[in-house]
C-alpha cells in the first residue's frame, strides 16, 4: 500500500486546523462550570401537555433555569439521600412454578435538535429532526416468594453513560430503598449511532458530544426510571421460556483480517467469523397472555450512516417497533401493554452493512488489511447496506431480524426455572493484575486510544489521513499531541504495546479524567441463563471466550448446562475489548481497547470470579470495589439558545408548501411549515409528538391519529435559517396497504420568547394541513 503524502496546502491545513482545535479545547476548559444553566434546565413539569389533543391557547411557560442549583457533588450518588421504601411485595398469589414478571416502556427521546448525534463522532452530525422515538425498555423478574428480583433494561442510546446509572441507582435508592441497587440492576444500551449526545461526565465523550446536555441527561434518567416503575407496577405471575436459532443475511465481520489472527484451532470451531445466533425470553402470564420479550443478538445499529441528521433507534429499535406493533394491534407506536426489547451483544466487530467495503469513488472493493481506497485512501472505503438507501437497509435489515425472531418467539417451549442471583463488583480496570498461566502475570493499562482509532471503520470512517491497522506512530500528529496534550509516559507506551498511542487518556485529568478507571462488572442470572453485563463491545472472538470461561466457571463449581449471554454496552462505556491476537493488528477495534492487550483476559477473570461466587453463593463475600466519582462541573454546551422568530407576515404554525390534493399508496405526502426549534419542545417530558397523521371517519365525524412521530412511515426534518427563522417539513410514506380515504397532517411545535431582561418562555403552537385523499388499488403485504 502506498504512502499517503500531503502537499504544502494540505499541511498548512491540518496545521491550521489544530491550531484552532488547540484554541477551542483551551476556551472549553475556561467554560467547565456549574451544570445548572439556560440550555440545560431540567424543565421537569415546565410545560403544559402539547399533545395533538392539548388545547393550544395563550398560556406561557416560564424558563425557570437560572434558579437551578449545581449538580450533585462527587459524593457517591449511590448514597445520596434519605432511604425511601414503597410497596416492595409482588402480588399475593405466591404458590407457582414461574417467575413474578413485570414490562414497562417509557420515552426517554430528549433533544431532536442542535445536539450531536452520539456513535460516529461526526464533525456536524447533529440532530435536525426525528425519524422514531428512542425508548427505555424495563424488565423486572421476582421469584415467587419475592425473596429476590433482578432488572434488566434496555435503552435506545448509543451506550449507558457512567453518570446516568449512578443518577437512576440515586433515585431508584430514593424510591424503593434496597430493593433494586447496582447489584441486581442492569443498564444496557442498544447502540444506535442516531440518538443524541451529551449525558457524560469524562471528558472525550464530553468533548465529542460539545458539552454535557442536562436537558437530554434528565430525559434518558428520567425515561429509565419511569420505565423501572412501570414495571415494578405491572408484577404479575408469569413464565419465562427460551429459544435461539440462527439469523442469515444480518451481519458481517467488519475486520475479518483482525478476526484471522486468533487461532486457526479456535476459528476451526465455529462455522463462521461473527455470531449468528439469537436468543429470545419469551414472557407470559399464567394465562399464557404476552407481556414481553428481550432478545440479544449481535450487530452494530449503524444501518443509518453518518450522513443521518434525524434521531432514531436504527435496525434493532425497527424489530422492537414491528414487535410491539404486531402485538399491540390497534395501538400507536410507544403504547400498549407489550414490550419487546432487542439488546446488544458482542457486536464490536459486526457490521450490518452485509454489502461489504467499497471504494465510494470507484466503486472498487477496499476488502483489505487497511481498508485502504487507490484513490483517496481510507477515507473513500465504506461498507454498504442492502437497500436502496440508508433507511431502506434499515427496514431490511430490522426485517430479517424481526422475521427470525418472530419464529423463535412462536414455537419457544424451553421453560426457565430455578433460582435468581445478581453479582455486582465495581473494579479499577487500570490496575488488573492477570494470571495468564501458572507461572506468568500481567497487568491491564491506563487507558489509552491508539492511531488507527482516528481512522474510523468501514461503517463510519474518521475523516482525517488516518489508516487501520497502524502499529507505528505518525511523527506528524505525534509531534501535535505532545505540544497540545503532552507525550505519553514510557510506562504507558510500554504497555499498550503494539498500539502506537494517540492519546493517553488516562494519563488526562484537566478539566475531569478522560477516561473511566472504575468500571462495572455484573451478573444476573435466571435459572440456567446467565446475563453477562459487559461495560464496552466485545468482538465476536472476545464474546465466544468470555462465554465459554463463564460457562466453564459455573460448570466446576458444580453448576450443568448454564447458557450465558453477552449484554453489551452496560452500565458504564469503555470502548472495544479485543482478544490479545486482535490487538497485535491495531484496526480499530484494537486500538480502541483502551485497557491495554489484557483487557479480554482481565474480564475473563473478573466475571469468572462473579460466576464462581454465584455457583458457590458465596455473592456476599464479594469486594464491593471502588465506587465511581460523580463529577459536579462539567462542561456547557456550545450551542446558544435563540429567540424563534417567522417571516414577515406568517405565524407559527402556518403552511408554507401545502399538500396536494391526493396520493396514491406508495407515493410521499409532504407539508412545510413554519416552524420553531424543536429543543424548545423537549421540555415536555409527557408524550409530546411534533406530528400526527389523521384520517377523517365518516361514522364518527371525527378525526382519528393513525401515526406519530414513533411511526417508521412518517419524518420529521428541521431547517434553521438565520435570525431565529426556521421551517419544519414533515413526510408521510404512505404505505401500500394504507387504507382509502380522507387524511391530513398536524404539526406540534413550542416557539422561545424572551423579552429584554426578562426569562425565556416556550409557547405551544400547531399547524394543519387541508385534507388530502389517498386513493388506488390496494397493496397486499408481503413478507421477507
Known amino acids: 500500500m502506498a504512502k499517503r503524502t500531503f502537499s504544502s496546502l494540505e499541511i498548512f491545513l491540518i496545521f491550521l486546523l489544530l491550531l484552532m482545535t488547540a484554541i477551542t479545547v483551551a476556551l472549553l476548559t475556561l467554560l467547565f462550570t456549574t451544570s445548572g444553566i439556560s440550555e440545560n434546565n431540567k424543565g421537569h413539569g415546565s410545560l403544559a401537555t402539547q399533545g395533538p389533543t392539548a388545547t393550544q391557547d395563550s398560556s406561557t411557560i416560564q424558563d425557570t433555569s437560572t434558579t437551578q442549583g449545581p449538580l450533585s457533588t462527587q459524593q457517591p450518588p449511590v448514597t445520596h439521600g434519605p432511604s425511601k421504601t414503597t410497596t416492595q411485595g409482588p402480588p399475593v398469589f405466591q404458590n407457582f412454578s414461574g417467575y413474578h414478571i413485570g414490562v414497562g416502556r417509557a420515552d426517554c427521546t430528549g433533544q431532536v435538535a442542535d445536539i450531536p448525534l452520539m456513535g460516529y463522532a461526526k464533525a456536524g452530525q447533529t440532530a435536525r429532526g426525528i425519524l422514531t422515538r428512542l425508548y427505555s425498555r424495563a424488565f423486572i423478574l421476582a421469584e415467587p416468594d419475592a425473596s429476590k428480583r433482578v432488572v434488566f433494561v434496555s435503552i435506545d442510546i448509543g451506550m449507558v453513560s457512567q453518570r446516568v446509572r449512578l443518577e437512576v441507582l440515586r433515585r431508584l435508592q430514593n424510591q424503593y430503598g434496597d430493593l433494586y441497587t447496582q447489584e441486581n440492576v442492569?443498564?444496557?444500551?442498544?447502540?444506535?449511532?442516531?440518538?443524541?449526545?451529551?449525558?457524560f461526565q469524562y471528558t472525550i465523550f464530553v468533548l465529542s458530544s460539545e458539552g454535557f446536555s442536562r436537558r437530554t441527561f434528565e430525559f434518558i434518567v428520567d425515561g429509565i426510571v419511569k420505565s423501572i416503575d412501570m414495571a415494578h407496577r405491572n408484577l404479575k405471575p408469569g413464565r419465562i421460556f427460551v429459544n435461539k436459532g440462527n439469523v442469515e443475511g444480518a451481519q458481517i465481520n467488519r475486520s475479518p483480517y483482525s478476526y484471522l489472527q486468533n487461532p486457526l484451532s479456535e476459528r476451526n470451531r465455529y462455522s463462521a467469523n461473527t455470531d449468528k445466533e439469537m436468543l429470545v425470553l419469551k414472557m407470559v402470564d399464567l394465562n399464557g397472555e404476552d407481556l414481553g420479550l428481550i432478545s440479544w443478538f449481535a450487530v452494530h445499529p449503524v444501518s443509518m450512516n453518518n450522513t443521518n441528521h434525524l434521531v432514531n433507534s436504527d435496525n434493532v429499535g425497527y424489530v422492537s417497533y414491528m414487535f410491539e406493533q404486531e402485538k399491540n394491534k390497534g395501538e400507536l407506536p410507544g403504547q400498549g401493554p407489550f414490550v419487546a426489547a432487542f439488546a446488544s451483544s458482542n457486536l464490536g466487530d459486526v457490521s450490518p452493512n452485509i454489502l461489504g467495503p467499497h471504494c465510494i469513488n470507484t466503486g472498487e472493493s477496499c476488502d483489505n488489511f487497511n481498508s485502504f481506497c487507490p484513490i483517496g485512501g481510507s477515507d473513500m472505503c465504506m461498507a454498504a447496506g442492502p437497500g436502496k438507501d440508508m433507511f431502506d437497509s434499515t427496514r431490511i435489515i430490522g426485517d430479517t431480524i424481526y422475521q427470525k425472531a418472530k419464529e423463535l418467539y412462536d414455537i419457544a417451549s424451553q421453560e426457565i426455572l430455578g433460582p435468581l442471583s445478581a453479582a455486582h463488583q465495581w473494579v479499577n480496570m487500570t490496575d488488573v493484575t492477570v494470571q495468564l498461566n501458572s507461572t506468568h502475570t500481567a497487568k491491564t493499562c491506563k487507558p489509552a486510544l491508539?492511531?488507527?482509532?482516528?481512522?474510523?471503520?468501514?461503517?463510519?470512517?474518521?475523516?482525517?489521513?488516518?489508516?487501520?491497522?497502524?502499529?507505528?506512530?505518525?511523527?506528524?500528529?505525534?509531534?501535535?499531541?505532545d505540544q497540545l496534550l503532552g507525550e505519553p509516559s514510557n510506562?504507558?507506551?510500554?504497555?499498550?504495546?503494539?498500539?502506537p498511542i494517540l492519546l493517553s487518556t488516562g494519563e488526562m485529568s484537566r478539566p475531569h479524567p478522560w477516561h473511566p478507571e472504575i468500571v462495572d462488572v455484573q451478573i444476573i442470572t435466571l435459572g440456567s441463563?446467565?446475563?453477562?453485563?459487559?461495560?464496552?463491545?466485545?468482538?465476536?472472538?472476545?464474546?465466544?471466550?468470555?462465554?465459554?470461561?463463564?460457562?466453564?466457571?459455573?460448570?466446576?463449581?458444580?453448576?450443568?448446562?448454564?447458557?450465558?449471554?453477552?449484554?453489551g454496552l452496560c452500565n458504564v462505556y469503555t470502548h472495544y475489548i479485543a482478544t490479545y491476537e486482535e490487538y497485535q493488528v491495531q484496526r480499530y477495534e484494537a486500538a480502541s481497547t483502551i485497557y491495554g492487550p489484557h483487557t479480554l483476559s482481565a474480564y475473563i477473570?473478573?466475571?469468572?470470579?462473579?460466576?464462581?461466587?454465584?455457583?458457590?453463593?458465596?455473592?456476599?463475600?464479594?469486594?464491593?470495589?471502588?465506587?465511581?466519582?460523580?463529577?459536579?462541573?462539567?462542561?456547557?454546551?456550545?450551542?446558544s439558545n435563540q429567540v424563534d422568530r417567522t417571516p414577515e407576515n406568517t405565524t407559527f404554525g402556518d403552511v408554507l408548501h401545502p399538500a396536494k390534493p391526493e396520493y396514491q399508496r406508495g407515493e410521499v405526502a409532504e407539508v412545510m411549515f413554519v416552524g420553531a426549534n424543536p429543543k424548545n419542545s423537549a421540555e415536555n417530558l409527557t408524550d409530546h409528538t411534533f406530528l400526527t397523521v389523521e384520517k377523517y371517519e365518516n361514522t364518527s365525524a371525527m378525526w382519528q391519529i393513525v401515526h406519530n412521530d414513533a411511526s417508521w412511515d412518517t419524518r420529521f426534518y428541521w431547517h434553521k435559517g438565520s435570525s431565529g427563522q426556521s421551517n419544519v417539513t414533515i413526510e408521510w410514506h404512505i404505505a401500500g396497504t394504507?387504507?382509502?380515504?380522507?387524511?391530513?397532517?398536524?404539526?406540534?411545535?413550542?416557539?422561545?420568547?424572551?423579552?429584554?431582561?426578562?426569562?425565556?418562555?416556550?409557547?405551544?403552537?400547531?399547524?394543519?394541513?387541508?385534507?388530502?385523499?389517498?386513493?388506488?388499488?390496494?397493496?397486499?403485504?408481503?413478507?421477507?
Open 186 to 199: 442492569v443498564l444496557s444500551g442498544t447502540h444506535t449511532h442516531s440518538g443524541p449526545a451529551g449525558y
Open 529 to 567: 441463563l446467565v446475563i453477562a453485563a459487559v461495560p464496552g463491545e466485545p468482538t465476536t472472538m472476545s464474546g465466544r471466550r468470555l462465554r465459554e470461561a463463564i460457562q466453564k466457571e459455573f460448570e466446576t463449581s458444580g453448576r450443568q448446562n448454564m447458557t450465558v449471554v453477552i449484554a
Open 450 to 481: 491508539g492511531h488507527s482509532f482516528a481512522a474510523g471503520t468501514i461503517d463510519g470512517v474518521g475523516g482525517l489521513n488516518f489508516t487501520q491497522g497502524a502499529t507505528e506512530g505518525d511523527p506528524f500528529w505525534d509531534s501535535i499531541r
Open 738 to 784: 394504507t387504507p382509502l380515504g380522507l387524511y391530513r397532517i398536524r404539526y406540534f411545535g413550542h416557539n422561545r420568547k424572551q423579552n429584554f431582561l426578562q426569562p425565556a418562555v416556550f409557547l405551544p403552537f400547531q399547524g394543519a394541513s387541508a385534507p388530502f385523499w389517498v386513493v388506488g388499488p390496494y397493496d397486499e403485504p408481503t413478507t421477507n
Open 605 to 639: 477473570q473478573l466475571f469468572r470470579g462473579l460466576a464462581r461466587a454465584i455457583a458457590t453463593d458465596t455473592v456476599a463475600n464479594l469486594s464491593r470495589g471502588p465506587e465511581p466519582p460523580f463529577f459536579s462541573q462539567l462542561m456547557l454546551p456550545l450551542t
Open 491 to 499: 510506562e504507558t507506551k510500554d504497555c499498550h504495546k503494539p498500539k
